[in-house]
């Protein structure tokens, strides 16, 4: 077959994986079938969450070769393929092909190259006080509407305990494991892993903190995010073990503090921004949610009083990067699967999404100050 057709087809970019057909040996045989162009198709497992997208971009190659309208059939990859694509994906991640040790027998925690010094990834903490301000709602559509921008973009659920993530997203997929190495699921432009494609709706997660730190660390380290622009992480609320974990893996972690407008809120959530102070996390900005609510007859309530998102940026030193309306949409796209910066992006409340990730990416990563580079 025509090596221009070939290689043409091995340059097309599997979403899912972020690397091209031939990079992941995702191209099988190129055959001339009763006058027709056969294009085999070889995924990792069965239910590949892109093989409608990459079947359309195949057919659209072909066209434009003039090679007509192919044939294109899946097939599903054999194991020696499918342990030569992890081999990539470690080596593609810093991590070492095989299982990582160090001298005297110890396990070693390999550092993907998107968390060494001088990736361009930012990493996002989005954190609050206290349970029920809203901050998965905020983290996922904040992540949607970063990708919206054009960003590669992945969210870890690291709320281990009251994971949220999987019924907000509804990926029609679950993250797929190729022997240790997980490959994050696939929906609104965006990767997504959490616990909870992991355990069962009603299965509580009883750990204690050394299980929840493994967890966590593997879930950044081990799992397959590519090269992301961003890494957006939905923090459990309060403070605790996460926030220590994460100083440890993620120093660079730029912390963003979800709040609502009452006072009483605001208190709570500055106890988080200060202990992520104190770990030496970047705070950079305030998120007020529920900041108000417009009735049918245009007035604005202000449901849980005001002031409280200003006051604590106030307090911090840190910029208010958006007030976001308590309207039903956002409570529905959570419930439904289907986030409104998704499938609403004008509305105001898309809107508003849009500029706090437009602000968001305005600022730049974070400079990080050691503290051995202090003078004397």
Known sequence: MDTEL????????????????????????????????????VVPVASWPTIDALRDVVERVCIEHGSGVPE??????????????RTTLRERMGAPAGDAHVHGGASAE???RFLERGSSTRVLGISSGKGGVGKSSVTVNLAVSLAALGHKVGVLDADVYGFSIPKMVAAADEPV???DTVVPTFAHG??????????????????????????????????????PDYLVIDMPPGTGDVALTLSQVVPTCEMYVVTTPQPAAQRVAQRSALAAK??????????????????????????????????????????????LAFVPAIREGGDTGRPVSATDPTSEVGQAFAALAARIDAQGPARVYRQELRLA
Do not use: C
Request: hydrophobic share 45%; proline share 4%; net charge negative.
């Open 72 to 85: 294109v059939v899946v097939s599903v990859m054999q194991e020696t393929a499918i342990r030569a694509l």
């Open 177 to 179: 494991i190729l022997g």
């Open 110 to 112: 390999p550092t993907p």
């Open 278 to 323: 104190k770990l030496r996390l970047s705070v950079r900005g305030v998120i007020e949610n529920m900041s108000y609510f417009v009735g049918d007859d245009a007035t604005r309530y202000e449901l849980f009083g005001s002031g409280g998102g200003a006051s604590l940026a106030e307090d911090l030193g840190i910029p208010l990067l958006g007030q």
């Open 190 to 227: 965006v990767r997504w892993l959490s616990m909870g494609w992991f355990v069962s709706d009603d299965q509580p997660v009883i750990w204690r903190g050394p299980l929840l730190h493994k967890a966590i660390t593997q879930f950044v380290t081990e799992a397959w995010w590519g090269e």
């Open 6 to 41: 070939r290689d043409a087809l091995n340059s097309i970019e599997d979403p899912q994986l972020d690397l091209t057909l031939g990079e992941a040996g995702m191209l099988g045989a190129l055959d001339a079938v009763r006058g027709a162009v056969r294009v085999e198709l």
